[in-house]
């Protein structure tokens, strides 16, 4: 399975103190899954890498949104692992504009997805974002890094 975070903002090319966290976390998903980080200008941008995306099944798209599902990490992980085992070959987890999601975004959505009622950077909840994504591969794989407390 590959897993792509997604978000809307400035290219790599900007200073971003949480770059490195995000990718160390997503580099940590490896020996489960292949993960990468892809920024776009703009969510028509987004929207149309998504539709370019060729595999033997669409992509699952996860708009992270604070209208969205909130889970646990245990939850987040079962709900993982489902997708895995079901064959999905390609998950985008895409964080939002500032202004939020247009309609015509969230029709696309499989999930909209909430980290919770808390406003937050955009740069920290892609950290967040990894490390739960990291957390959900090792709850997975009955790793000890999860201890559920």
């Given at each position: 399975m590959q897993v792509?975070?997604?978000?809307?903002?400035?290219?790599?090319r900007a200073p971003d103190p949480f770059g490195s966290m995000t990718q160390g976390y997503l580099d940590r998903c490896s020996p489960y899954a292949k993960c990468a980080s892809e920024s776009f200008?703009?969510?028509?941008?987004?929207?149309?890498?998504?539709?370019?995306q060729k595999a033997r099944t669409q992509p699952f798209v996860a708009l992270l949104d604070s209208q969205g599902r909130s889970m646990t990490s245990t939850?987040?992980?079962?709900?993982l692992g489902a997708r895995r085992d079901?064959?999905?070959?390609?998950?985008?987890?895409?964080i939002g504009p500032?202004?939020?999601?247009s309609p015509a975004a969230r029709s696309r959505a499989g999930m909209l997805l909430s980290l919770g009622s808390m406003t937050m950077a955009h740069a920290l909840a892609r950290v967040v974002m990894a490390e739960q994504l990291y957390r959900a591969f090792t709850i997975l794989a009955g790793h000890p890094y999860h201890t559920g407390h």
């Open positions: 792509t975070l997604a978000h809307i903002g400035p290219s790599g200008r703009s969510e028509d941008a987004l929207l149309e890498w998504i539709g370019r939850a987040f992980a079962t709900w079901e064959g999905t070959q390609h998950i985008v987890f895409a500032a202004d939020g999601w």
